[in-house]
């Protein structure tokens, strides 16, 4: 594969990352991969989950000598609390996000700046919400809807709503097991209570609570996230882009968008687009305004926009390296704060705009409904501005790029299947045409690869690594986050790579017409992936544990993907870890995660960091789900 030139190969973009990272070095001082070399003795304690600091007689730390904390916690409670508390950071983080999207909806007006784009979802959601839409000005249903969402984060009594969308046999599991979710914020403080000093120290209870916490995010804070955003901003269609550093351009104002709530980014594509930003770019005789993302953010304006993708985690220091990145505007989430000094060392200007996400150095524009149209109006200008002071010597953008088809949320994916058995009319709307294929074994299952880099690993091999395999495997792909970027940069996301496939999945990417890899968006897109695979179960009729279906976040790192990885195995998918959870210190944590949850929810973790070992063990996972249903 690699002598074919539709590919970037993980060398190609390590050669590109090596020539930028040595301008770092002599203009800058260092990058991540210093930083990393100056951390790489982690503390084994932390690396355990055995330290405790939950109150000021510790931090106590584990060990033989020292089994118990001053409280009495053993390593196995230590190990569970921090675990609980990783889960319920990550969740905050998904559903606080979703929390500042609703009341971007709450502010929607039919003048503007923000409207509401996708009537139809929003109507649809008014129904499932029985929220009244008959004569209604959508601008009412929309303030209604933002109400009612709201009280998803703190609602005193009840329980949440859109677990409900999962399948029966899901539903009343998490009943009897008792892990459906009451609130979003409810979940989140009940962890941090059960994880205070001198409250629960039993692991399975502290599990449970994961569990819970994180069903509060996937079919929670992620799920109305996705929703409302396309309510907002559009359901993602598919679109042609293009993906890697060499998307930045020589001879126009290059301007990053970084971060994971569209809404900045949506206001700056926006201002860019306006005649008045392009008269005063043409003024200044420059030739055009490019707009690129990284991170989630860049996955959200793909999907939505075609804007192109600079990037993924590991590679946004990289942007400001190349000396043509004439702003930065950052939102929230996965952002470095070694950003900053860095844009010093260049023309760049780096702008913060959420109070969420303040960094020292970072211009902060703080950015509200009200205002970010008018403030990204100005930034675009100052951007133009700025333009001028690029010094040409210390420019280096690399020329790899790829292109990519991205946008295939749900409702994408039915329609490409309806089209392929538009005379089989009891068959539109389902998956039942993919069911098929698996039953017939042309594809062998799918797997959702998701999940970000970490210097742990060599950063996009293994996704790389077990993405090819997959394909050469007759095994669909479906894609998010930073995942989906490796394969953008990679070549992998088109529809060309279906050469690389094995003879099942190329024909059914050829029927399709799709890549066999399916770009579903930014993170917390991860909960289309949920009701992608909940609909593949009931048109199936079978359990969501039964269908040759799984998760896979190679290369994982934040607190985010732990809970993620918790509200999939909730959903009854295994997940594969290609970075071991911090509980190893306790070897009835090790055992919780990869064992313990499938006595309670079916599903749970196999762990390698190994991508060919890995890779084996999903297909392994695969044969052994398909072989049990017989097929
Ligand atoms: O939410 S994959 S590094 S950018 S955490 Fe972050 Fe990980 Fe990337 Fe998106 Ni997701
Ligand atoms: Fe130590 Fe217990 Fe306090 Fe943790 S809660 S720091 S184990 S005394």
């Known amino acids: 594969m690699d002598e074919n030139k539709r590919i970037?190969?993980?060398?190609?973009?390590?050669e590109d990352s090596r020539k930028l990272h040595d301008r770092a070095c002599e203009v800058c001082g260092e990058t991540w991969v210093e930083r990393a070399e100056s951390q790489?003795?982690?503390?084994?304690?932390?690396?355990?989950?055995?330290?405790?600091?939950?109150?000021?007689?510790?931090?106590?730390?584990?060990?033989?000598?020292?089994?118990?904390g001053i409280c009495g916690a053993d390593a196995h409670a230590i190990a569970a609390r921090n675990y609980l508390r990783a889960i319920s950071a990550g969740t905050a983080s998904h559903s606080d996000h979703a929390r500042e999207i609703l009341h971007v909806l709450h502010h929607t007006k039919a003048e503007g700046p923000y409207i509401v784009r996708d009537e139809q979802k929003l109507i649809n959601l008014a129904h499932e919400w029985q929220i009244a839409t008959e004569g209604r000005d959508i601008y009412d249903i929309a303030r209604e809807v933002a109400e009612v969402g709201l009280m998803e984060f703190g609602r005193p009594f009840g329980e949440m709503r859109f677990p409900g969308r999962a399948p029966q046999e899901r539903q009343e599991l998490w009943r009897k097991e008792q892990i459906w979710p009451r609130a979003i914020d409810r979940e989140i403080a009940t962890a941090m209570h059960m994880t205070h000093m001198g409250n629960s120290a039993d692991p399975e209870a502290l599990i449970r609570q994961g569990l819970r916490t994180s069903i509060s995010n996937g079919w929670g804070g992620s799920m109305l996230g996705t929703e409302i955003t396309d309510i907002l901003f559009g359901t993602p269609t598919v679109r042609e882009t293009e993906g890697n550093l060499g998307v930045l351009e020589h001879d126009q104002v290059n301007i990053v968008v970084h971060g994971h709530d569209p809404v900045f980014s949506e206001a700056i594509v926006?201002?860019?687009?306006?005649?008045?930003?392009?008269?005063?770019?043409?003024?200044?005789?420059?030739?055009?305004?490019?707009?690129?993302?990284?991170?989630?953010t860049a996955n959200e304006v793909a999907m939505r926009h075609g804007v192109r993708m600079a990037g993924n985690f590991l590679q946004q220091e990289n942007a400001i390296l190349t000396g043509a990145c004439d702003m930065m505007?950052?939102?929230?989430q996965c952002i470095f704060p070694s950003l900053p000094q860095l844009a010093q060392c260049?023309?760049?200007?780096?702008?913060?705009?959420?109070?969420?996400?303040?960094?020292?150095?970072?211009?902060?524009?703080?950015?509200?409904?009200?205002?970010?149209?008018?403030?990204?109006?100005d930034l675009v200008k100052l951007a133009i501005d700025n333009y001028s002071n690029r010094d040409e010597s210390k420019v280096w953008i690399p020329e790899r790029k790829q292109k990519a088809i991205v946008g295939y949320p749900t409702e994408q994916i039915i329609k490409h299947l309806d089209n392929i058995t538009n005379s089989h009319v009891d068959t539109v709307g389902s998956y039942r045409p993919a069911i098929d294929a698996i039953k017939a074994g042309v594809l062998r299952g799918a797997v959702a690869i998701v999940g970000c880099n970490n210097p742990r690993i060599r950063p996009d091999f293994s996704h790389y690594e077990i993405i090819t395999e997959l394909f050469r495997n007759d095994i669909l792909v479906v894609a998010t986050g930073c995942a989906a970027q490796l394969a953008t940069k990679a070549g992998l996301m088109n529809k060309e790579a279906k050469e690389f496939c094995g003879a099942g999945l190329k024909r059914v990417c050829e029927l399709m017409d799709i890549p066999p890899i399916l770009h579903m968006g930014a993170c917390v897109d991860i909960s289309r992936m949920m009701r992608l695979a909940a609909g593949i179960a009931e048109d199936w009729g079978v359990d969501m544990t039964q269908i040759p279906v799984v998760g896979c976040a190679p290369e994982w790192m934040s607190e985010k993907a732990v809970s993620i990885a918790n509200y999939v195995v909730s959903s009854g998918l295994d997940v594969y870890l290609g970075i071991e959870p911090q509980v190893n210190g306790s070897d009835q944590m090790m055992n919780l995660i990869t064992e313990g949850t499938r006595?309670?929810?079916?599903?749970?973790?196999?762990?390698?960091?190994?991508?060919k070992v890995l890779v084996k063990n999903i297909i392994d996972g695969i044969e052994a789900k398909r072989a049990a249903l017989g097929i």
């Open 8 to 14: 970037t190969t993980v060398e190609e973009m390590e």
């Open 40 to 68: 790489k003795n982690h503390c084994k304690f932390g690396e355990g989950g055995i330290c405790c600091r939950n109150c000021s007689m510790g931090p106590c730390r584990i060990s033989p000598k020292a089994p118990r």
């Open 270 to 296: 926006a201002a860019t687009e306006l005649k008045e930003t392009l008269d005063y770019c043409k003024a200044k005789g420059i030739k055009g305004i490019n707009v690129v993302g990284l991170c989630c």
């Open 329 to 332: 505007c950052v939102d929230i």
């Open 346 to 377: 260049f023309h760049t200007k780096f702008v913060t705009s959420s109070p969420i996400a303040r960094i020292p150095g970072a211009d902060h524009y703080e950015v509200t409904p009200e205002n970010a149209f008018d403030t990204a109006k």
């Open 599 to 611: 006595d309670i929810v079916g599903a749970g973790f196999i762990i390698n960091t190994d991508p």
